[in-house]
């Protein structure tokens, strides 16, 4: 694991001006994601961790440091090698789900039959094999955002972004889709990086957790969770368990 | 259980209506109605038998003006609201002033109409047209103006065009808003043109109807109102006919 990072950050400060009043998004972020890693960055609302992502899909330019993304081993092409997953499905209300699934196919101009493939191969590994001719309206919201996740990998993209992708669905679905989520980043094999506001999401998901805080918004801490995998619910339960979301707790000012 | 329901409705829909020509017929015979204040249904319907009136070339000038003015209104208020989307200069321009043209009460305009096209199909359609232009045309901005701006993301992300997001987003997402807009104009469009004949015209239901209302022919003027009230559905059904057809159910704005 001496190798290089996937994804390196070093300083990285981005900075929003709203008239002559300059206020910062990120002030320092430094840190390095490993290729096949899946890295939560957790913190409060307004504390950056979004803005990071927007930096990382190549949305947003960064005002200092550097971002590198890709290595020697792993190429990383910015304009095809993004997946993203927001909060809402954002699926298209007039398609079917194959057809949503195949949105970033059509942007990219990929040969078709064999997106097509991918996207029925996809669609099984999120477990909506058989949905393919329905529309959005007629899954609930947990199959919505699991649509949204084959959409965000049809392009065969090295680095996908979660932006809160559990955020909005209830607690129980929440639980599942973790599990699910980590079945489908360990046979995909893709980095992920997935942002939460959720501090026990982010343990149970990530091979390494990012704190931000808000006001300022700042990088607080980067570390390990040493948990094995396949994680499973009974791992909550688990002393380090604890003890790492205690450490998160403290840093955001909740103990 | 599905089908029955709709079903049931069907029955209800026309149940609603033949109750309404029940009570019509009711109300005049019971009450002694004299013709010249109501006629029943069957006195209505022998309006048609009238040959001096003309009825079916009249209705072929009512509904040339109704469905030509309201067709160019769609080109008109989809292009325009084209247009501002893909100029914002053009749109900050134009749009405040065609908000404050489109409170000019387009009646008011009739009697400038006639003096610069004279009596016609032509001028009528024009009324049609300025009247349901403007619901067409503020709709479908709208719809334009409404998409996601993750999905904006999304697009941006992979380095998608402009115009990947106009043909694969904007353009499918404001189908719901241009066909909510097509319904409203499809009730003003049958008003425009009828205003317009009253005003000066020497063909047309709405003509036909100051005519027959000088000689007190109510039958016929009742027949006229539900001949123009079936152009109107007709072009209603038509719309909401491609609505079906074009939008999905769950995206339909009601």
Known sequence: MSAEPFIHLAGVRKVYR????????????????????????????????????????????HDGGEVRIGSGAHSFDPARDVGMVFQAPLLLKWRRILENVLLPAEILGLPMAA????????????????????????????????????????????????????????????????????????????????????????????????VFTAGPARMADNFQIDLPYPRTLDLKTHERFGEYTRRIYKLLGLE | MDRTETLTRYAFAVLAHLALLLAWYLFVKLGNVPKFVMPSPAETLDALLSPNYGWWSNVAVTATEIFAGYFLALVAGVALALAFTWSKTLEAFFMPLLVSLNMIPKVALGPLIIVWFKYGVFPNTLMAFSICVFPILLTTARGLREVEPELLD???????SRWQVFAKIQLPGALPYIFSGMKVAAILAVAGAIVGEFLGSDRGLGYLMLQVQVTLDTPAMFMAVILITLLGMLLYGAVLALERWLVVKDARLD
């Open chain 1, 18 to 61: 709203r008239g002559k009043t300059e206020h910062a998004a990120i002030s320092d972020a430094t840190f390095d994601v490993m290729a096949g890693e899946l890295v939560s960055l957790v913190g409060p609302s307004g504390c950056g961790k979004s803005t990071l992502l927007k930096l990382l899909a190549g949305l947003h330019a």
């Open chain 2, 154 to 160: 999304l697009v941006r992300s992979l380095k998608g």
């Open chain 1, 115 to 210: 997106a097509r493939e991918r996207a029925r191969a996809l669609l099984a590994l999120v477990g909506l094999s058989g949905s393919e001719d329905k529309y959005p309206y007629e899954l609930s919201g947990g199959m919505q955002q699991r649509a949204a996740i084959a959409r965000s990998l049809v392009h065969d993209p090295k680095l996908v972004l979660m932006d809160e992708p559990f955020g909005a669905l209830d607690a129980l679905t929440r639980e599942k889709m973790n599990l699910e989520l980590l079945r489908i980043w360990k046979e995909a094999g893709k980095t992920i990086i997935f942002v939460t506001h959720g501090i026990s999401e982010a343990v149970f998901l990530g091979t390494r957790v990012v």
